[in-house]
């Protein structure tokens, strides 16, 4: 969906009379961001999802953190895309505008900045929920595979005798 949204956004962008607004405005900035955060970083973490608990065998220690971290990432992507988006077609109307300095344009466009500040928190929350289910995957998994493996191969090694 994203990636549709995106190539859509992408479209709209390349139109002559939209592209002479939001040419250098946060626009281009927001579609980035939807392709990257929106399709790619979604796709890899819920790949990373399918496939730690395929290879290790272990299932992931808290079952409802892959949808806790999903709605994080998803309301933090909205929450970047969408003003960034509509804050650079505001930014490229005001460019326009004669009467408004570019001082002016600025400060009107770090309104919008600021509420991706708060889809980048819930982005890094559900990416600390993907860090704490890794590391307490590997734990389990050190304890269940790593450890009988070393204790078997310490009762197989014989200590050297020592003879005066």
Do not use: C
Not at 78 to 87: C, E, K, M, Q, S
Not at 114 to 120: A, F, S
């Amino acid at each position: 969906m994203a990636f549709v949204v995106a190539w859509l956004l992408n479209v709209l962008g390349a139109v002559p009379g939209v592209n002479s607004i939001t040419n250098l405005t946060w626009y281009g900035v927001g579609v980035w961001e939807l392709n990257i955060f929106g399709f790619f970083a979604m796709t890899m973490i819920g790949a990373i999802y399918y496939i730690v608990p395929q290879v290790t065998g272990i299932a992931w220690p808290s079952v409802g953190s892959p949808k806790r971290h999903y709605w994080f990432a998803l309301i933090g992507v909205f929450l970047i895309v969408v003003p960034l988006v509509i804050g650079g077609f505001v930014e490229g109307f005001n460019l326009r505008n004669v009467k408004m300095s570019d001082l002016d344009v600025a400060r009107n466009a770090t309104n919008f900045v600021r509420v991706t500040l708060l889809g980048e928190v819930l982005i890094l929350l559900g990416n600390l929920i993907l860090l704490g289910n890794l590391i307490s995957l590997s734990v389990r998994y050190s304890k269940l595979h790593l450890l009988p493996a070393y204790k078997g191969a310490l009762v197989e090694v014989n200590p050297a005798e020592v003879k005066p």
